[in-house]
């Protein structure tokens, strides 16, 4: 008889949907499906399992699973160092999400060492579909860093780049957009430009009702209440 293997990618659009309703813990358990089924099926070498492991990361993030989330982002880094190349757009995404991880465990030089390796690599290829979008979440990462780091101007610019990568792509009805204007909106909130950071939260709430994501979702949710608090 025919045994006919159940592809991990089938799972990703109904993570997309999960994540518009910000169920985390049901995107968790879908993620972690297709997770252990790309380690079963294809081996932990393969390129299923390097892009499974790359959805694992948002999965385990939004449980707060933080150490594990950077252990699934190195996993991604590994194996699709070996199918694609350090020099990737997908080994740069990879790179943009631990640093994204990093980050959120106090490793500061580590995570800045690594968005500037990803958004190096982002500029120096033809970015193509998705890639412009991965391009455009490393920015925004790095944009905090740098605002954060009393580094104000080049903050701004890089969070306003990020948004305009999507804008020039034509992204601009995926949660994405939202996620960069929000971006943004934070960065000009915390370098002294409070107007214009209520302006992007605006439209940060716009794009996410354009995009299809519920009011009540974590990103969607922090944009409303920052768009409504005053100056």
Known sequence: MLHLKLEPKEYWSAGRLLTKEGLDDAY??????????AAAQFGEDSSEYGQASNHMIGALTGLKRI????????????????????DSAAVANDRSNLAARLILSGIAAEAASEWLAAIKIFESITLTGWDNISYSSALNGYSQYLAQSGNGKEALWTALHAVQVIETSGYTREIHYGQALSNAGWV?????????????????VAAFKSAGVKAEQRDHADAIRMSQQSC
Request: glycine share 6%; proline share 2%; hydrophobic share 40%.
């Open 28 to 37: 968790y358990v879908l993620m972690d499906k297709a997770w252990k089924l």
């Open 67 to 86: 150490d594990d989330a950077i252990y699934a982002s190195r996993e991604a880094i590994r194996v699709n160092t070996i199918h694609f190349g350090p």
């Open 188 to 204: 000009q909130r915390n370098t002294g430009h409070c107007i214009a950071g209520r302006a992007s939260f605006k439209r940060a």
